[in-house]
């Protein structure tokens, strides 16, 4: 059955298939490199040549340097708009034939003001930092991001302009290094050719490129040697270009990474009565491999893969909602070139494939061509079942094979078109997806979007039975369509979707069918300038509407909002709104104020703090309540090592008489020891507390609910695949049947990885 899914997958993916520069010289403090501006992005600047060797320590003393080509980041483009650097930047470039090599000299007139700290990996966007953004493909679509902050602390994204996506959880193996200096700091960035994709041509390549630094301070400067549009809603098409890197190959980038991982997780049936049994060790080997084939193309593979993520999700009230939650995938091998797999609807959640034992995925781009495919065998089947007010997950001891396939082809300016296949099938159970969208940018601010989708989904008659679901094979269709202009001071959208009782798209995250909704915004923006406290103001307000499929309005709702951002980097929102809602034959009527601030009063701290406050449906009695959430979160770096990130949500539901139905608070505390950039301990704290009056309540409930889970990490990591981690969890709980916190379970478990690099 895998090979048929894939014969339909290749099918749906290459179908469509049939279907000189100005340079201006400046000056340099380093003896023998050449030195340009690029104050506009029309310019192309020439990357030289080294022999000489170049050590990734942190100091710009090498030989290889002297030849480089400087660029200076003069221009700020955030908050203000394309005006003159408040701080000098120098950024020198070059090639080894293996590497690409980028340094900084970042000079602050303040130096003790540096704000850098001691981080993991993807940590360190609170900081100053510098780093580059390039486009290989020259197709102004998709980017890598190299970023360093002054102590060596790596972050690297990939940035999806078609899709709006940019993300930090593609992770290459690269070199940086960071030093404080007396005049600033300065960093050292070593790219090898075979960490990132780019067609191997027999001439040089061009590349569009962005150099960045961050500076902040009061406000959060954005420094770059590009300007930036305000007016242009694309990024990508805005960078400068770069040419040279004769000779240069991205080589086949093969990666192997065994890993063993070994865990034991104590349990009891019966809290508090039956003490904890002790689990039997599970150990697993299993090996991870990525083989670039070819330049534009990449094969990873996973065996007896250990797909458990290390870290405990960020913790979120599952009270009194709708529909399922969602929660972000951590998982290495999903997260490879995921946003290859992304789409205007979410077709593809790898979360849904909990328990795999084998892996397979293809990637590639060639000239307007991008796709993917992959593969996975599930020992287990989780089924998200959407409805038009609300969803449940069911999970099926039974296997499944999976299979996505994507292929896009871009046209005109960051415009594109693409095809989407998902398929899943087990015993007695299917579900295949297949899916035409595209994106039409008319001109820099305006763009149309669409997408087209049908399914055909077959459910065990059981979980049919047990869900009121269709019987044997049903059918489903959905569409989606949007016209956006995003401009510099107006921005306004309208916006259509309409999804059938019978689309299902069960590898995707799809909590919501059988409805159609319509929305209209339209928002102002005000830019403030030097002689202003506040950088930005904004006003926006949208309205829509939803009916299920029989034409019955499930949600009518108008919103507006104000948003000001302003000095120690603060922005504030305040909104308001009118909500009628569909809930159990009764339309409700809602009114609702809402406010979030944040601000950092100093260096390593965060302050942030959510409030909502008006009525609300009470989904489990079918009544209409008085609502209050309060959210603060507050994280601290204490100096160079310890990191505190605290979150806390309050949710209260009243009566109109003022009895309380219900009182949610919800706690996730993390405290880091941060021993170097490589390895940290972590602490963490997830407390819930639930209290309900079982009066006020059709069904059975316990008056008091409360858990406690708890997690010790030990991490260290020499790159983002030779990996070591070393933990301890345990979960308690407490209910009316119990005097008390009881422990349910406790796991003991450790991970190794290593990546080999073949020569």
């Avoid at 009891?268 to 060790?281: E, K």
């Avoid at 204490?638 to 919800?666: C, Q, S, W």
Wanted: charged share 25%.
């Amino acid at each position: 059955m895998i090979l048929k899914m894939a014969r339909i997958g290749a099918w749906a993916l290459f179908a469509l298939l049939a279907c000189q520069p100005l340079v201006a010289a400046a000056e340099s403090d380093v003896p023998g490199a050449m030195s340009v501006q690029m104050a506009h992005n029309d310019k192309t600047a020439d990357i030289p040549h080294t022999n000489q060797a170049i050590e990734i320590d942190g100091e710009l003393d090498d030989a290889g340097w002297a030849g480089a080509l400087v660029m200076e980041l003069n221009v700020e483009t955030r908050p203000g708009e394309n005006i003159e650097a408040p701080v000098r930047t120098e950024a020198f470039l070059v090639e080894d034939g293996r590497r690409f090599l980028i340094a900084f000299k970042a000079y602050d007139p303040n130096p003790s003001e540096i704000r850098a700290h001691i981080h993991d990996r993807d940590d360190a966007f609170d900081d100053d930092f510098v780093g580059i953004t390039i486009d290989t493909f020259n197709d102004r679509r998709r980017a890598y991001e190299f970023f360093v902050n002054p102590l060596g602390a790596q972050m690297d994204l990939t940035n999806d302009d078609v899709n709006g996506n940019e993300t930090s959880s593609w992770d290459a193996i690269w070199e940086s290094a960071g030093k404080l200096t007396d005049f600033g700091y300065q960093v050292e960035i070593a790219i090898p050719f075979n960490a990132i994709r780019f067609q191997n041509t027999a001439g040089g390549q061009t590349w569009g490129i962005d150099i960045l630094r961050f500076y902040p301070r009061s406000h959060r400067y954005r420094l770059s040697v590009n300007r930036l549009d305000r007016g242009v809603s694309c990024y990508l098409c805005q960078l400068g270009r770069v040419r040279g890197f004769e000779g240069v190959s991205p080589g086949r980038d093969l990666v192997i990474t065994p890993t063993l991982t070994a865990s034991r997780t104590d349990t009891t049936d019966d809290p508090g009565t039956v003490p904890l049994g002790s689990g039997s060790v599970d150990n697993d080997l299993g090996v991870n491999v990525r083989w670039g084939l070819t330049s534009d193309l990449t094969l990873s593979a996973t065996i007896n893969p250990d797909f458990s993520q290390v870290e405990a999700d960020v913790a979120q009230l599952d009270i009194n909602n709708q529909f399922t939650l969602f929660f972000d995938e951590k998982r290495p091998f999903f997260l490879q070139d995921a946003n290859i797999f992304s789409s205007p609807t979410n077709l593809v959640y790898t979360r849904n494939v909990s328990d795999p034992d084998v892996g397979l995925k293809l990637t590639g781009k060639q000239g307007p061509h991008t796709y993917g495919l992959f593969v996975a065998t599930d020992q287990v089947t989780t089924i998200l079942l959407p409805g038009s007010q609300s969803s449940d997950v069911e999970l099926l001891q039974a296997k499944s094979e999976n299979l996505v396939g994507r292929y896009r082809r871009d046209f005109g300016k960051n415009s594109a078109a693409g095809v989407v296949f998902t398929g899943r099938h087990g015993d007695n159970y299917h579900n295949y997806v297949g899916a035409i969208d595209g994106l039409w940018r008319i001109n820099d601010a305006d763009r149309i979007s669409f997408h087209v989708l049908a399914s055909n989904t077959e459910y065990p008659t059981e979980l049919a039975d047990d869900y009121d679901q269709p019987q044997g094979a049903f059918s489903g269709r959905a569409y989606k369509l949007s016209y956006r202009h995003s401009g510099r001071d107006w921005e306004w959208n309208l916006y259509h979707e309409d999804f059938d009782d019978g689309f299902r798209a069960d590898l995707g995250f799809l909590p919501r069918t059988g409805y159609d909704r319509s929305v209209a915004g339209l928002g102002r923006t005000w830019h403030g300038d030097s002689d202003n406290w506040w950088r930005s103001i904004e006003l926006d307000g949208d309205w829509d509407i939803t009916h299920d499929s029989s034409g019955r309005v499930l949600e009518r709702e108008v919103e507006a909002e104000f948003e000001i951002s302003g000095p120690l980097q603060s922005y504030v929102e305040v909104g308001a709104g009118y909500r009628q809602r569909l809930w159990n034959n009764t339309l409700f009527d809602e009114n609702f104020k809402y406010f979030y601030g944040e601000f950092q009063p100093a260096d390593g701290m965060f302050i942030g703090f959510f409030t909502r406050v008006g009525d609300q449906v009470d989904f489990a009695n079918t009544r209409l309540g008085d609502f209050r959430s309060i959210s603060p979160r507050f994280n601290w770096d204490v100096g160079d090592h310890l990191k505190m990130n605290l979150r806390y949500t309050r949710e209260t539901l009243d009566m109109p008489d003022g009895r309380n139905i219900f009182t949610a608070g919800l706690s996730d505390a993390r405290f880091t020891w941060q021993f170097s950039i490589r390895s940290f301990m972590r602490l963490t704290l997830q407390h819930l507390d639930l209290e309900r009056d079982p009066g006020l309540y059709i069904d059975d409930v316990d008056a008091e609910f409360r858990s406690l889970g708890a997690q010790l990490l030990y991490s260290y990591k020499v790159n983002p695949q030779t990996v070591f981690f070393l933990g301890y969890a345990d979960n308690f709980i407490d209910d009316d049947s119990l005097t008390g916190l009881e422990r349910t379970d406790r796991t003991f478990f450790t991970k190794i990885g290593y990546a080999w690099l073949p020569d």
